[in-house]
């Protein structure tokens, strides 16, 4: 049976705290539907969620609420379900799949189906009515062609915060169901953590950000997108992380995120460890970061009126390892910016009239 206990903490004021225990199964993974069950029941009034022990496979995106604390404990884990390939070509007008594995698949849900190979543009999505061990049935019948060797998933973030304010995720252990033998989109798909609020590319900011978001002492890995993505969010924070394992970016500090903070993470993996792009007055400090491509990048979006972006972060006490093309790169319009006391291999590229580089050390 699952068990869902409500434990009510009565406060020095009229209003209640709540915390809500959700008790993982140890022989049986969970799908979200308890969490999102139990985020709907503090959406509007704030509280706790803990996730205590077991396996939650994440089928659909978990919206965040503001005023949350969700904290991990007994190593619960969260996991978002791994792609599979189609084993048999299936014509127009099949109604069922033949796929590699149905594992973590559920009826009723969608699915995106992309071709072979790596590409980005998808064939089709098919809605599952039935499942049996390899075979997926189909809600209705195909309109196109599925070829053998086409790669077949979901393609949602685990979770999704919009425009949300105090929301602190606490030692959650994520697992982001890559497969390096399936290659699938990344990006703002199959992300972990991605908080955002309004803007868009002609006027900037068109409402109040995402303000107030802390993610700490959470393990995050094998993500086809981010582990974590702030957009248009200030005075937040990704600390004491374990990052890898990413076809993607470690931490992206992203358009109109100020005053965010990447301290004492370890990222070992991910084409960027912590990207800023259109960030200012950022902190990157003390973070250990290997096997990317670029450490730290700071650039500028060319669709954005550069004042007032990429400008008076401060990248420092960094230990950046194994790099294929920079250790610290920073791109045209990034002004004012502080690089310095970084160990690092490889290269740090940047302006040296418009930034300070003072005292970083090459191994």
Same mark, same amino acid.
């Given at each position: 049976?699952?068990?869902?206990?409500?434990?009510?903490?009565?406060?020095?004021?009229?209003?209640?705290?709540?915390?809500?225990?959700?008790?993982?199964?140890?022989?049986?993974?969970?799908?979200?539907?308890?969490?999102?069950?139990?985020?709907?029941?503090?959406?509007?009034?704030?509280?706790?969620?803990?996730?205590?022990?077991?396996?939650?496979?994440?089928?659909?995106?978990?919206?965040?609420?503001?005023? #949350? +604390?969700?904290? @991990?404990?007994? $190593? %619960?884990?969260?996991?978002? =379900?791994?792609?599979? &390939?189609?084993?048999?070509?299936?014509?127009?007008?099949?109604?069922?799949?033949?796929?590699?594995?149905?594992?973590?698949?559920?009826?009723?849900?969608?699915?995106?189906?992309?071709?072979?190979?790596?590409?980005?543009?998808?064939?089709?999505?098919?809605?599952?009515?039935?499942?049996?061990?390899?075979?997926?049935?189909?809600?209705?019948?195909?309109?196109?062609?599925?070829?053998?060797?086409?790669?077949?998933?979901?393609?949602?973030?685990?979770?999704?915060?919009?425009?949300?304010?105090?929301?602190?995720?606490?030692? #959650? +252990?994520?697992? @982001?169901?890559? $497969? %390096?033998?399936?290659?699938? =989109?990344?990006?703002? &798909?199959?992300?972990?953590?991605?908080?955002?609020?309004?803007?868009?590319?002609?006027?900037?900011?068109?409402?109040?950000?995402?303000?107030?978001?802390?993610?700490?002492?959470?393990?995050?890995?094998?993500?086809?997108?981010?582990?974590?993505?702030?957009?248009?969010?200030?005075?937040?924070?990704?600390?004491?992380?374990?990052?890898?394992?990413?076809?993607?970016?470690?931490?992206?500090?992203?358009?109109?995120?100020?005053?965010?903070?990447?301290?004492?993470?370890?990222?070992?993996?991910?084409?960027?460890?912590?990207? #800023?792009?259109?960030?200012?007055?950022?902190?990157?400090?003390?973070?250990?970061?290997?096997?990317?491509?670029?450490?730290?990048?700071?650039?500028?979006?060319?669709?954005?009126?550069?004042?007032?972006?990429?400008?008076?972060?401060?990248?420092?006490?960094?230990?950046?390892?194994?790099?294929?093309?920079?250790?610290?790169?920073?791109?045209?319009?990034?002004?004012?910016?502080?690089?310095?006391?970084?160990?690092?291999?490889?290269?740090?590229?940047?302006?040296?009239?418009?930034?300070?580089?003072?005292?970083?050390?090459?191994?």
């Amino acid at each position: 049976m699952k068990l869902l206990v409500l434990i009510f903490v009565l406060g020095l004021t009229p209003s209640k705290a709540t915390t809500i225990v959700l008790r993982g199964i140890v022989d049986r993974p969970q799908s979200e539907r308890q969490l999102v069950a139990a985020l709907a029941e503090l959406k509007g009034r704030g509280g706790e969620v803990v996730l205590d022990g077991g396996t939650w496979i994440i089928r659909k995106e978990v919206r965040l609420p503001s005023g #949350l +604390i969700l904290r @991990g404990t007994n $190593n %619960a884990l969260l996991r978002l =379900p791994s792609p599979r &390939l189609v084993t048999t070509t299936a014509p127009i007008s099949a109604r069922q799949l033949a796929v590699s594995a149905t594992t973590e698949f559920r009826v009723g849900d969608e699915l995106a189906v992309l071709p072979p190979g790596e590409g980005k543009n998808r064939i089709t999505t098919i809605r599952i009515a039935d499942l049996d061990e390899r075979t997926v049935k189909l809600a209705k019948s195909l309109e196109t062609v599925i070829p053998a060797g086409s790669r077949i998933g979901y393609s949602h973030r685990m979770f999704l915060g919009y425009a949300v304010t105090n929301v602190s995720l606490l030692h #959650l +252990i994520i697992d @982001g169901g890559r $497969n %390096a033998d399936i290659p699938m =989109p990344g990006h703002h &798909l199959r992300s972990a953590i991605w908080i955002s609020a309004p803007y868009n590319y002609e006027k900037g900011p068109i409402g109040p950000p995402a303000a107030n978001i802390s993610v700490s002492d959470c393990t995050i890995t094998n993500c086809y997108g981010r582990a974590v993505a702030f957009y248009h969010t200030v005075d937040s924070q990704v600390t004491n992380c374990s990052i890898g394992g990413l076809k993607d970016e470690g931490i992206d500090f992203d358009h109109f995120a100020f005053r965010c903070r990447a301290i004492g993470n370890t990222i070992d993996g991910a084409t960027i460890g912590v990207e #800023l792009n259109d960030a200012s007055d950022c902190l990157v400090q003390r973070n250990h970061i290997r096997n990317t491509h670029i450490g730290v990048r700071i650039w500028w979006y060319d669709k954005f009126d550069p004042a007032g972006l990429n400008t008076r972060n401060l990248i420092e006490d960094n230990h950046i390892t194994s790099v294929s093309r920079a250790a610290i790169y920073l791109g045209r319009n990034c002004t004012e910016n502080r690089i310095r006391r970084n160990t690092v291999d490889g290269k740090i590229e940047a302006d040296r009239k418009l930034n300070e580089l003072l005292d970083n050390r090459t191994n």
